[in-house]
């Protein structure tokens, strides 16, 4: 009865505090885990934008950080030059993604090698897109020699071994999926292949991503979930992405960046606002991990990890 108790008396304290949760996440003393999402870059300039993001981020000493990786293996030579570069200049783990798309199974498998002969030792196992500019939610035929989903794909990675596999999960679902039922079905596939944690795609509804946790873990899944978080403050690009992958929009939020479109300034504020409530809210229905989808920028991701309490621990050469 002391557990319910307590439960009971911390959910009575912040119905009567004063304070939002953006406040009450200042006086966190618990450990709240951190990891960044990075995109390969195309051109110089970006390659130093991307480092001076990696460079802002380190000191955080995130659990470890993810490098995408386009559809078709269309990013795989500088994805793995990223990753190289991460390993050989930092202390950060990173998490090299890994898509099945348009791809062999022994192409896959010679990747998954290469990996692990330079050092990495976390793969993020997704399908990837469909190929030929349909993007998510296009019309996906799996190559009769490839590996035909994430499942078989995470399979792959486990069979090789050596690996820890995070995977993609749809609070809102997944575009080509029939239900959120088939979601968490595949979701349950994914944990049995050997995937070791699940991280969202980002959303903006937090009461449909806590239904989706409910539903999970009902489902009997217990690996990590870890909520997907992308502090956007371009609402044009924000439609394009959320269009895509399912995720909706809701109508406050669109309320808010309403007529800033010549305003950067204030959609960044508005940003960090959103992203860091949604945060403090997640952490309060008991969240220690959060993802972020940095968009290979730093300001606004630093700022809500300092709302979560998350401080500089690592000394950068």
């Known amino acids: 009865m002391t557990g319910s108790s307590t439960n009971l008396a911390e959910a009575r304290a ?34 130093v934008n991307l480092w001076k993001a990696i460079r802002r981020l380190e000191p955080l000493n995130p659990a470890f950080v993810s490098v995408t990786y386009g559809a078709g293996g269309s990013t795989r030579e500088r994805t793995h030059r990223t990753v190289q570069r991460i390993i050989a200049e930092t202390a950060l783990r990173p998490a090299a993604h890994l898509t099945c798309v348009d791809a062999s199974r022994d192409e896959v498998d010679e990747v998954i090698a290469s990996y692990k002969a330079v050092g990495v030792d976390h793969i993020v196992a997704l399908r990837g897109d469909p190929p030929g500019g349909g993007g998510i939610g296009g019309v996906y035929q799996p190559r009769a020699d490839g590996y035909a989903n994430a499942t078989e794909l995470t399979a792959a990675i486990s069979r090789i071994g050596g690996f820890d596999v995070t995977v993609g999960a749809y609070p809102e679902k997944h575009p ?94 508005l940003a960090a606002s959103v992203a860091a409530e949604t945060c403090a809210r997640l952490h309060e229905e008991g969240f220690s991990d959060f993802h972020f989808y940095t968009l290979n920028r730093a300001d606004l991701v630093y700022a809500i990890c300092r709302v979560l309490g998350v401080r500089e621990t690592m000394a950068v050469a």
């Open 14 to 47: 912040l119905l009567l505090s004063p304070l939002g949760p953006v406040a009450r996440a200042g006086s966190n003393r618990e450990t709240v885990r951190v990891s960044f999402e990075f995109f390969p870059p195309k051109t110089d300039e970006a390659e």
């Open 176 to 269: 080509e999926s029939p239900s959120i039922d088939h979601d968490i079905e595949v979701l349950k596939a994914k944990v049995d292949a050997g995937a070791t944690r699940a991280i969202s795609q980002f959303f903006f509804d937090i009461d449909a991503f806590l239904r989706f946790r409910d539903r999970v873990r009902a489902a009997g899944v217990t690996i990590p979930l870890i909520p997907g978080v992308m502090p956007v403050s371009n609402f044009a690009g924000l439609q394009r992405m959320s269009g895509a992958c399912g995720t909706s929009i809701p109508d406050w939020l669109q309320a808010h960046f309403d007529g800033l479109d010549d305003d950067p300034e204030t959609r960044k504020l």
